[in-house]
């Protein structure tokens, strides 16, 4: 189960990242051109909002119960937080993508309560960009943490 998952983690948060820019541009374009929220802009914005849930969620069973990395670290807690890699897996990696997570969450909700369409595309651009801003900080391509991970597994 724990490889499955970890595949399945790391092929979704490439799915996740492909919406995001999606929606990004839609909602940009849609904000600056004063353009309608179309349905396929509803749509787009539900398929990586709920993508994003599912790469939480995987994380969260990973992070709780199949991954051998966390049991090590719930270990020694203490030990793991003084090593920098160990302190990215078991604080920071889990915490951007929650928070990352919510803040595109609120987004959403505060963006289908807009009253304008351009208010519309305006607040789901700007929850957009700093919920994959703080994402991207968080996944191990090296930029917070010295550890890298494949891009493919």
């Known amino acids: 189960m724990y490889s499955f998952l970890l595949q399945f983690h790391s092929i979704n948060r490439w799915l996740v990242l492909l919406l995001a820019l999606i929606v990004l541009f839609r909602s940009f374009t849609g904000w600056k051109s004063r353009r309608t929220?179309?349905?396929g802009d509803n749509i787009s914005y539900s398929i990586f909002i709920g993508l994003l849930h599912l790469q939480a969620l995987t994380g969260l069973l990973l992070y709780f119960v199949y991954s051998p990395v966390t049991q090590q670290i719930f270990a020694d807690f203490g030990a793991a937080?003084?090593?920098?890699?160990?302190?990215f897996w078991a604080v920071?990696?889990?915490a951007g993508t929650l928070v990352g997570t919510i803040i595109a969450q609120v987004g959403r909700i505060v963006s289908k309560k807009a009253l304008t369409d351009e208010l519309k595309h305006k607040k789901a651009f700007i929850y957009t960009l700093i919920a994959i801003?703080?994402?991207l900080l968080v996944i191990p391509f090296g930029i917070i943490n010295s550890e890298t991970r494949p891009l493919w597994r």
């Open 133 to 135: 801003l703080i994402i």
């Open 81 to 87: 937080m003084k090593n920098s890699s160990s302190r």
């Open 37 to 39: 929220f179309t349905k």
């Open 92 to 94: 920071e990696h889990i």
